[in-house]
């Protein structure tokens, strides 16, 4: 099945609105099998969405609109779908009557006449309840083309995709979609890639291909069976042979991220963790306690971005700092030890370098020294990063997760390659 993916919204061509649930709809769809070969976004003009619209249905068998579901003038997608495909639009009581209740609860948001524009749909479609917002989405087939509307807040777009969409969409299959995603850290698309090429084109069923994500590298392995079981089973040997392929770059299968998995584990061990930042101001923490259950793990940290908190926060000895500098492997190393002692925590990790876009005349600018201590033993990462202050930031961060999961796993916390 190839889709189109139909965003509708003017405020996503003039910029001020980023268009992300073009992107979070592409990646699950790939999941389930289907391939996105065009995004389109339209203003909110009747004749241009038409005009899409048009073009969409002769190229693809599946278009998914998301937007202008809503109740004003602009919101026009359910209109000029219907007409597009020859469906008249007609009221259902029972979303009328949720409208009703819903501004009912929330008294704060009046209810005005033209709410109830959100419970007109294409007669005869699949309605799909909107339990995140107000304005329901539908599915419904025409002419050999699957047209589903989704709501364009993505808060609403994504959840009703998974819990209706989803669903309908493996309802017009015969055959079940399975997939595994093989996240990797520590090597680039690329070179992950030249790795398995010889596989991945003699591959058909089950499919593997790999995606470049911010810092790291996923590879979705996708099979196609009579069902989920025979499916699953398909892709576990191309998984397993992912892994021996790439080692313990392979940081987990079907994990969220590196904190992610570093938080689950340390739960199960009973640790706990600390974090000395600098340059990541932070990021590190911020990262893990946006986790459901951080608590239980997090005991806390310090962002030491100056010398003189350091020492104070942290127990630096200014001669330390003065002779090798904040940004080395000593103060790394001292900052891990601090935080852990500080705090009282199992682990300890800690984030110093040069985010940019000033260096310090000694190191360029990327350079980031990455510590974890524990009771026992001390280990620094040394860095070279590049450029681009959030991005140095952030995989700093990572960097810093990962050297906390191969702590956690038994590996090696400081491999050559990373140096």
């Known amino acids: 099945m190839n889709c189109e993916i139909l965003s509708v919204g003017t405020e996503l061509l003039l910029g001020n609105t980023v268009n992300t649930d073009a992107a979070e709809l592409s990646d699950r769809l790939a999941g389930l099998g289907i391939n996105v070969f065009w995004h389109t976004v339209v203003g909110d003009n ?110 609403e777009c994504v959840p009703m995709f998974e819990v209706c969409a989803v669903p309908y969409l493996k309802g017009l299959a015969a055959d079940v979609i399975f997939s595994h995603q093989i996240k990797v850290f520590g090597i680039g698309e690329s070179a992950a890639e030249s790795m398995l090429r010889s596989e991945m084109e003699r591959m058909q069923n089950p499919t593997l291909a790999t995606y470049a994500k ?128 500080a705090v009282g925590a199992d682990v300890g990790l800690s984030a110093t370098g040069l985010a940019g876009p000033d260096g310090d005349g000694v190191h360029p600018v990327g350079t980031v020294f990455v510590g974890l201590a524990d009771k026992d033993a001390v280990y620094v990462r040394q860095l070279h990063l590049g450029s681009g202050r959030a991005r140095v930031r952030q995989l700093a961060a990572s960097h810093a997760f990962d050297m906390l999961r191969r702590y956690l796993q038994g590996l090696d916390i400081v491999p050559e390659q990373y140096s």
Request: glycine share 8%; proline share 5%.
């Open 46 to 155: 009747p004749k241009r969405l038409a005009e899409a619209v048009a073009i969409a249905r002769k190229r693809a068998d599946l278009i998914i609109t998301t937007g202008g579901l809503g109740p004003t003038y602009d919101d026009l997608t359910k209109n000029v779908l219907a007409e597009c495909f020859g469906r008249k639009l007609e009221l259902h009581p029972e979303e009328a009557e949720f409208l009703k209740a819903w501004f009912a609860k929330n008294a704060s948001t009046k209810y005005t006449d033209n709410n109830l524009q959100q419970a007109y749909l294409p007669e005869n479609c699949t309605v799909f309840h909107n339990d995140w917002g107000t304005a329901p989405g539908c599915a419904f087939e025409e002419q050999g083309v699957h047209v589903i509307m989704l709501p364009g807040p993505p808060r």
């Open 214 to 341: 911010f810092g790291e590298v996923m590879l979705r392995v996708t099979a196609k069976a009579p069902t989920e079981w025979a499916a699953e089973a398909m892709c576990r040997p191309v998984t397993e042979h992912v892994r021996d392929i790439l080692g313990d770059k392979v940081y987990g299968v079907d994990v969220p991220s590196l904190e992610a998995l570093a938080l689950d584990i340390m739960r199960e061990k009973g640790l706990t963790l600390s974090a000395a930042e600098s340059l990541t101001g932070g990021l590190i923490g911020e990262r893990f306690t946006a986790l459901p259950g951080a608590s239980a793990v997090f005991k806390g940290g310090a962002v030491t971005y100056c010398d003189e908190v350091k020492a104070a926060l942290l127990g630096i000895d200014p001669a330390l700092i003065a002779d090798k500098g904040a940004v080395s492997f000593e103060v790394a190393a001292a900052m891990a030890r601090g935080v852990r002692k």
